[in-house]
């Protein structure tokens, strides 16, 4: 079983939409978590770290469910530059390494 | 001001020919990582270094090495590539990982 496991995708969505990703993890170690957004052929940037009560950054919204080992990312009124592959990663206590999943593609239809 | 700086961002090597990839950053950061990510996969981190001290993650093969010859240069060498080393090789600095903008290995 992957540490990290993300619904591969794709998710097509017309502009406007509300679309959320679900991620789940597999090793209770894991103390913090993040979001990165990977476009097509680049590298991937840090989009949100996922705090414990949930988080919140203009259209985005994260939640965290440690008793199910699961977070998730909301993206309200998506936008054409939304459109990415969004990966869910996790750092197992104090490590200096980050696991990440295989990211969920996005596509934002106008 | 880019952070962390790749050199050569595309690089085409032979089978089996030896090929040393660049990284550089600015911000002088203690942590420096190498990643390795195929199409549609994870990025799978290869090694990272917390100032000289080098950590080899249990599954990278022989065939990659790394050398930090000071805070601000790390190098990926790969003795022999094959045909399966090609890749996106990424670059990132630091605990949240600010990723550099990677060099892609073509293998012929």
């Known amino acids: 079983r992957k540490e990290v496991e993300q619904d591969p995708g794709p998710f097509n969505v017309p502009e406007g939409a509300t679309v959320a990703f679900n991620c789940t993890y597999s090793?209770?170690?894991?103390?913090?978590f993040f979001w990165y957004r990977q476009d097509c052929r680049k590298e991937p940037k840090l989009l949100m770290s996922?705090?414990?009560s949930g988080n919140e950054d203009g259209r985005f919204t994260t939640q965290l469910n440690r008793a199910s080992q699961y977070i998730s990312l909301l993206i309200r009124d998506s936008k054409l530059s939304d459109s990415a592959t969004y990966l869910c990663?996790?750092?197992?206590?104090?490590?200096?390494?980050?696991?990440f999943g295989s990211g969920t593609q996005l596509t934002v239809l106008p | 001001d880019a952070m962390v700086i790749q050199n050569p961002r595309y690089q085409v090597t032979q089978f089996g020919k030896p090929v040393t990839l660049s990284c550089s950053q600015t911000l002088n950061h203690n942590v420096m990582y190498w990643y390795q990510q195929k199409s549609s996969q994870a990025p799978k981190l290869l090694f990272h270094?917390?100032?000289?001290?080098?950590?080899n993650e249990a599954d990278t093969p022989d065939n990659f090495q790394s050398r930090r010859p000071n805070t601000s240069f790390c190098f990926l060498d790969i003795r022999s590539p094959g045909l399966g080393d090609a890749a996106m090789y990424l670059c990132?600095?630091?605990?949240?990982?600010?990723f550099g903008p990677g060099t892609r290995l073509t293998v012929t």
């Open positions: 996922v705090y414990s």
């Open positions: 090793n209770s170690a894991s103390q913090s």
């Open positions: 990663v996790v750092r197992r206590g104090s490590a200096r390494q980050l696991t």
């Open positions: 990132a600095i630091g605990y949240e990982q600010y």
């Open positions: 270094y917390y100032d000289k001290d080098f950590n």
